[in-house]
């Protein structure tokens, strides 16, 4: 049974959409540890819309125990949340080596899957990296 929210959460979810959320495209691949490639059994989609986070930095390298220095590390973590329901209709699950490009940046910007989990909140959150 639905819940009487699930209404509500749906017009939520397309306010923050249409605030908050970038356009990304999902290419699904798979191989092992040493082979990738798309995945022939899940086809890319287009035309989705996820609230994305960047957090870029840079820190410098360490190396615990050792008198070594090194130059900084730049790095762009980022995660991406999609809505429950624009994640049932992919048809498929995410899984970790699939690949998210973020459409609206130019040029477009790819990032790998690290991990994928269900939140409480009405959206599913990926770990990319």
Known sequence: ????????DAAMQADVDALFGE??????HAGDEYTSAPDPERPSKEGIRATVARAPGSKPATYRGSQRTSADIHSS???IWIDRAAYAA????????????????????????????????????????
């Open 1 to 8: 049974m639905p819940s009487p929210f699930d209404e509500f």
């Open 23 to 28: 356009g990304i495209k999902i290419i699904p």
């Open 77 to 79: 973590p980022a995660e």
């Open 90 to 129: 992919l048809g498929y699950e995410l899984r970790r080596g699939d690949i998210i490009e973020l459409t609206d940046d130019d040029p477009a910007t790819r990032y790998t899957v690290g991990s994928v989990s269900r939140g409480d909140g009405g959206d599913v959150r990926i770990i990319l990296g």
